[in-house]
C-alpha cells in the first residue's frame, strides 16, 4: 500500500471498542481522526507515543443536522496529494433506552435511531460525496450487531437500525462496483465485547429486557469477547489487500 498518509475517521473513538480500535491503528504515517462527545486529550498523547498524527474532534453525532459540514471540516483539513488511505469507521453506538416500544421518552428513543442508524448513513453519504473521485483506497465500516439479524425484546430500535445499517451496506456495495474509484463497504459485527455498552445491558430489568440473564451468565461464564482483541482483528482486515466490499461480516470472518 502507498507511502502517503492514512487518514481515517473512528467515531465513538472515546471509549470501548472504537478506542481499542484507535490503539490498533495508530502509528507512523496514519492521521487518525477520533470523534466523541468527550475529552479524549490523554488518548490523544497516547497514540501519538505510538507515533501517529491525532486529531480529537468534539461532535455529539445525534445532531444529524450538523453532520455534512462537521464531515467537511475533517475533510478540509485532508490534503488530496498526500493521502494514501482514506477511512471511516462508523462506531458510535448506544443501547438505551431499553424497553418495549412506547414505554420510554420519545425524544430517547428518538436519540438512538439517530446514533446508531442516521448518524452513520449520513458520514458514510458526506464520506463518498467528499472522497469519490480521489483515487486512493477508500474504506467504511460500519459497526453491527447479531442484534441486526434477531429480535430481541426491549431493543426495538437498536435491532431495527443495526438491520438498516446491513442493508446500507449491501446497497451501497452493488453502486460503489461501477464506480472507477470505490469506496469500500462493509459492516462488522464484533460480537458480545467487554464494554460499558455490555455494562449497560446486564445493568436492564427483567420487565425491560427478558434476555438479561443470558447475558449475566455469559458475562459470569467468560463468554464475552476481548474487545482489543476484536479491534486488532478489525485493524488488520481495514489495511489488509483484500476488503470485502458490500458484505456483513462478523468476528468469526477475521
Ligand atoms: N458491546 C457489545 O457487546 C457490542 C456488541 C455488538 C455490537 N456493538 C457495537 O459496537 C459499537 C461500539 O460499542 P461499545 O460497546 O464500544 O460502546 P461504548 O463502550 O458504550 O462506547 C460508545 C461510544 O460511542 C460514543 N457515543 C455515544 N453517543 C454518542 C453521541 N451522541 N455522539 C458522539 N459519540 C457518541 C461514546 O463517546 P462519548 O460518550 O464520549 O460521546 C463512546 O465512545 C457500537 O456500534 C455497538 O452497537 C457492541
Request: net charge negative; glycine share 10%.
Amino acid at each position: 500500500m502507498s507511502e502517503r498518509k492514512k487518514h481515517i475517521i473512528i467515531t465513538g473513538a472515546s471509549k470501548g471498542f472504537g478506542r481499542d480500535l484507535s490503539v490498533h491503528l495508530a502509528e507512523s504515517g496514519t492521521v487518525l481522526h477520533l470523534v466523541a462527545r468527550s475529552d479524549m486529550s490523554d488518548q490523544v498523547h497516547e497514540l501519538e507515543a505510538r507515533g501517529a498524527e491525532v486529531h480529537a474532534w468534539r461532535q455529539d453525532l445525534t445532531l444529524t443536522g450538523e453532520l455534512n459540514d462537521f464531515l467537511a471540516g475533517i475533510a478540509a483539513t485532508i490534503s488530496r496529494q498526500d493521502t494514501g488511505y482514506l477511512g471511516l469507521v462508523n462506531n458510535a453506538g448506544m443501547i438505551e433506552p431499553v424497553g418495549p416500544a412506547g414505554k420510554y421518552d420519545y425524544q430517547d428513543y428518538k436519540k438512538n435511531l439517530e446514533i446508531n442508524f442516521v448518524a452513520p448513513l449520513l458520514l458514510a453519504h458526506a464520506f463518498i460525496q467528499q472522497f469519490q473521485a480521489w483515487s486512493p483506497v477508500k474504506r467504511v465500516v460500519m459497526i453491527s450487531s447479531g442484534a441486526a439479524g434477531k429480535p430481541y425484546h426491549g431493543w426495538s430500535h437498536y435491532c431495527s437500525t443495526k438491520a438498516g445499517v446491513d442493508m446500507f451496506v449491501r446497497t451501497i456495495g452493488i453502486e460503489q462496483e461501477k464506480q472507477r474509484y470505490p469506496v469500500e463497504i462493509m459492516a462488522f459485527n464484533p460480537g458480545r465485547i467487554g464494554t460499558d455498552m455490555q455494562k449497560t445491558i446486564r445493568e436492564t430489568s427483567e420487565e425491560d429486557f427478558p434476555m438479561v440473564h443470558d447475558f449475566i451468565s455469559a458475562y459470569r461464564e467468560g463468554k464475552i469477547g476481548d474487545s482489543s482483541e476484536i479491534a486488532g482483528g478489525l485493524a488488520r482486515l481495514m489495511m489488509a489487500e483484500f476488503f470485502p466490499f458490500g458484505e456483513v461480516l462478523s468476528k468469526r470472518d477475521l
